[in-house]
């Protein structure tokens, strides 16, 4: 009932004089971490039921070095803390961490290593923050501007790590995605340039998006604030729904 109300109250009245702070309590937007732990998991799927800490990763760590491709889809990491049934008998075989901790890539797993993953703490890489610092900023999450870095070259993803010759496919199309609701200012675009330089199509197409253009239903902000569509990756790992802007360039 609450959210059915401010949501019409929201489309009809509030909209056209808000500024962008005062819209986190009408989508229940979550709280934003601090910076540095934007982007940072702690996966605890086994090891709550095993005497080892928890393991914690984080993104801004590795996006640096790989795009998401290379990991949500090449090595078959789910989008979503938890889901993936990773245990240490694979990892030792080389599957997902293990396909880069091997000693070869990245630290193996060894007794003196064990630690350096099961750190139990979302904070285990706050003290390397600062190493990105040159990099171009954004106002909200990490409050790193990873689509300027990556077009001034400033990082240098790998795409692939099983394909030395793989290349995205170029899909330059950038879609206009209208509002359900006539009458209000919030076109959101969509570039897929943006996104196929980090991601595969698959990450996408079919489960989250529809390929057909308006194919995908209810698509709306209180969906996309729960996780939906948008906010598969924009809540939590690319730039957070607070900004925007970004996504609606005619929102004043
Ligand atoms: C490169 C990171 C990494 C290193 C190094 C590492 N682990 Fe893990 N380990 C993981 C991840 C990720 C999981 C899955 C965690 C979960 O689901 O809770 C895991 C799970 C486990 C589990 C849960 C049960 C199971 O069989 O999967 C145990 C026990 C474990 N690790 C022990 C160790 C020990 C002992 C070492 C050192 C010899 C070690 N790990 C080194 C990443 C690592
Ligand atoms: C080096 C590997 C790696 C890279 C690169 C990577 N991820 Fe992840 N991502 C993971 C792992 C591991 C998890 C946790 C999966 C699990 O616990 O089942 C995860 C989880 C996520 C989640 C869920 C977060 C949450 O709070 O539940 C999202 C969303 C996500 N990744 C998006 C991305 C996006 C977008 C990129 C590229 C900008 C990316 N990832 C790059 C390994 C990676
Ligand atoms: C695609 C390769 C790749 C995969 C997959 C990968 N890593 Fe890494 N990881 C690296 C590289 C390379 C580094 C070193 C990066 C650096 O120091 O800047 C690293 C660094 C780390 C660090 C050190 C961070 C610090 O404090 O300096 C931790 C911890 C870590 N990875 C955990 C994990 C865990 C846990 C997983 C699986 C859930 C994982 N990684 C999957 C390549 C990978
Ligand atoms: C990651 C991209 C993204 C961000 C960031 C984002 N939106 Fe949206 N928004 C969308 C999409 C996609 C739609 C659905 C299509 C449309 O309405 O244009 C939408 C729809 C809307 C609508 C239309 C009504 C509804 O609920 O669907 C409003 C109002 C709106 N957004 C406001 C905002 C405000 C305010 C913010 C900042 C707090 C924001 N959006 C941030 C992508 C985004
Ligand atoms: C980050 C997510 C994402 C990725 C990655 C992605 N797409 Fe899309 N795609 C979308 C969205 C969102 C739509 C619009 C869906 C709608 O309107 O219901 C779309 C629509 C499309 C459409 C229909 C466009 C139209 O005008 O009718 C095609 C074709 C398409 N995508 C192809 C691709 C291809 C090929 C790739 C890989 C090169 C790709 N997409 C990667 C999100 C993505
Ligand atoms: C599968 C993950 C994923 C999904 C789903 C996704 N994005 Fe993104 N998006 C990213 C990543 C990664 C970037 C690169 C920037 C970053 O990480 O902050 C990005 C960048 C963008 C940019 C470029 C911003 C700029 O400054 O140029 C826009 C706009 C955008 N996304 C809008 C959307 C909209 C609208 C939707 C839903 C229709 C959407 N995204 C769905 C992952 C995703």
């Known amino acids: 009932m609450r959210s059915a109300f401010l949501f019409v109250f929201l489309i009809t009245t509030a909209l056209p004089a808000m500024a962008g702070s005062a819209y986190d309590s009408v989508f229940d937007l979550p709280a934003l971490p601090d910076p540095a732990r934007y982007g940072n998991v702690l996966i605890s799927r086994s090891t709550r039921s095993s005497t080892h800490p928890s393991v914690s990763f984080s993104h801004w760590v590795h996006r640096q070095h790989y795009t998401c491709r290379v990991c949500h889809f090449e090595l078959n990491f789910e989008m979503k803390t938890n889901a993936t049934e990773i245990t240490e008998a694979k990892i030792k075989k080389g599957e997902y961490c ?41 106002r909200y999450g990490d409050k790193i501007n990873w689509v300027k870095s990556l077009k001034k070259k400033l990082i240098s993803p790998k795409q692939s790590i099983l394909d030395e010759d793989y290349e995205p496919i170029p899909f330059d199309k950038v879609l206009r995605l209208e509002p359900e609701w006539s009458g209000i200012q919030t076109r959101a675009l969509f570039p897929h340039l943006q996104h196929t330089v980090w991601l595969d199509c698959a990450d996408c197409h079919p489960d989250i ?33 607070q900004d925007c802007k970004r996504c609606h360039p005619d929102l004043k």
């Open 98 to 138: 293990g396909a880069c901790h091997n000693n070869q890539i990245a630290f193996g797993v060894s007794d003196d290593t064990c630690a350096f993953c099961h750190t139990g703490n979302l904070g285990a890489t706050d003290a390397r923050f600062p190493e990105l610092k040159a990099l171009p900023k954004a």
């Open 209 to 241: 998006f529809n390929i057909q253009k308006k194919g995908t239903r209810h698509f709306r902000m209180d969906y996309i604030s729960k996780g939906k569509f948008c906010g598969a990756c924009h809540l939590t790992v690319a730039f957070p729904i």
